[in-house]
C-alpha cells in the first residue's frame, strides 16, 4: 500500500495545534463501555468507568488526544470550518506522527486514548485507509493497547471499514443533520445513503462478532465500544419532535450506544465547556432548542424525584426542589453475558427555589444486586442535605 501523505514543512506542534483545534467541533467522543487490561506485553489498558469525558476551555476531550488525520477537505459542508471554501491553515499529520504523539501524550500521562476524526483528503476510501494504517501501526507497531475510536468515512469502501472495526473501540459515522433535506442544503456533497451505509455495516458487524465470540472465546473483537453518531441542531429548520424521533429511530435501528446533540439546559441554549477556573461563561450557540423544549425536559426530570413513582422519589426533600436521573450502566461482552458488572449513575440538580444553585454527579462501581442506581442516590443525598442545611443534613453534621 503506498501512501502519498508526506509530514510537509510544518513543525508537529504547529500541525498539533491546527489539528486539535480543528476537532474541537466534533463531540462525539465518550470513551464509556470498553474494558481491558493490561496485558503485560503492551502499553495501555481500558477503563469502562462510563465517564462521559469533559471538555476542556479549547474543546478538546479531557483524557483523549483529540485530533483529526487532516483539515483538508475535498468537500464543503456550509456549517464546517474545515470546508474547502474556508480561508485557514490546513494540515495533515502522517500515520506515525498521531502514533508518535499519541505514545508520547499517554506516557506523560497526560490521555487515555485517542479520538481520531478527519476531513476528506482525495476521497473516502483513501482516507480510511490512512486511519486504518493510523490505528494499524498503533496496535502493532507501537504495541498502544489503550481507548481508540476513530471515525468511519462515509463512501469509503467497506473492507476499509471492516479491517478498521478490528483494531478500534469504537467508530462513528456523523449524521451531521437530523433530514435527508437538511443535509442537501447545507452539506450537498453528502448523501443519507452514504452516511447510514457504513453505519448499518458497522451494526452488523458487531451482531456477527458477537457470534463468533460465542463460538471461538478468542475471535478478534469488532468494535467493541459500539459505535455512536452526532447530529447538528440549529442550523436547519427541523423541530423537537422530528429531532427526538430521529434519534430514537437511530437508537432503534442502528444499535447506537450514542446520539450526541446539544444540551437541554439554559432554555436550549449550549453552555461553552470549560474546565474548572479557566474562562467560565458565556453561550457556545444560542436556541439549540426552544425554551419550551427545555422546560419540558426539565419539569421531567423534577417528575422523577417529585412523582411517588418517580425511579428517584428517595431523593425528595419538603424544603427545596430538586429534579434528578438516575441509570445504570451494564458492562456486558455482549446482551447474553450475565457475568459483566453495573455501575449506578445519579445526577441530581437542585437551585431553582434557592439562592444556591448546586448539581451533583455521583456514580459507583460495582452496584450489582446493591440496588443499582439506588445505592448511589442516598450517598449523594448527603451531599444536598448538608449543602442545603436539611434536618437529614445536620443529623449528618452530628454524627
Ligand atoms: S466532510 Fe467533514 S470535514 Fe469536510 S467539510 Fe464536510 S463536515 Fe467538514
Known sequence: MEYLVTGGEM????????????????????????????????????????????????????????????????????????????DIPRATFTPDEICTLTMEFYRRNYIEGLFLSSGILQNPTFTMELIFRTVWLLRNKYRFNGYVH????????????????????RMSVNLELPTAEGLHTLAPNKHRKSILTPM?????????????????????????????????????????????????????????????????VNEGDMVKPYLTGDGAGGFWKEDVFTPEAAQKVLDGLYQVVEDPEGTAHEAYRSEYRLAGKTGTAEIKDSKEDTDGTELGWFVGMSGEDTEKPLLIVMMIEDVKGRGGSHYVIPKAMKGFDVYNKTDEGEAEHEG
Request: overall charge positive; some cysteine.
Open 11 to 86: 513543525s508537529l506542534e504547529d500541525k498539533l495545534q491546527v489539528l486539535t483545534d480543528a476537532a474541537k467541533y466534533d463531540v462525539a467522543c465518550t470513551s464509556s463501555g470498553v474494558e481491558r487490561k493490561g496485558d503485560g506485553k503492551r502499553i495501555g489498558n481500558c477503563v469502562a468507568a462510563g465517564i462521559c469525558h469533559s471538555f476542556s476551555g479549547d474543546g478538546r476531550c479531557i483524557s483523549l488526544l483529540k485530533i483529526l488525520l487532516t483539515n483538508e477537505c475535498i468537500y464543503d459542508c456550509k456549517y464546517c470550518r474545515n470546508r474547502n471554501s474556508n
Open 200 to 264: 448499518r455495516q458497522v451494526q452488523n458487524g458487531i451482531r456477527n462478532n458477537r457470534n463468533d465470540l460465542v463460538l471461538y472465546r478468542n475471535a478478534p473483537k469488532f468494535v467493541a465500544g459500539g459505535q455512536s453518531t452526532q447530529m447538528i441542531i440549529g442550523a436547519t429548520p427541523e423541530s423537537d419532535y422530528q429531532i427526538i424521533n430521529v434519534a430514537e429511530s437511530l437508537y432503534r435501528k442502528f444499535d447506537l450506544k450514542r446520539v450526541f446533540y446539544s444540551a437541554f
Open 150 to 169: 476513530v471515525k468511519t468515512i462515509p463512501g469509503a469502501a467497506p473492507e476499509m471499514i471492516e479491517q478498521t472495526g478490528f483494531l478500534a473501540d
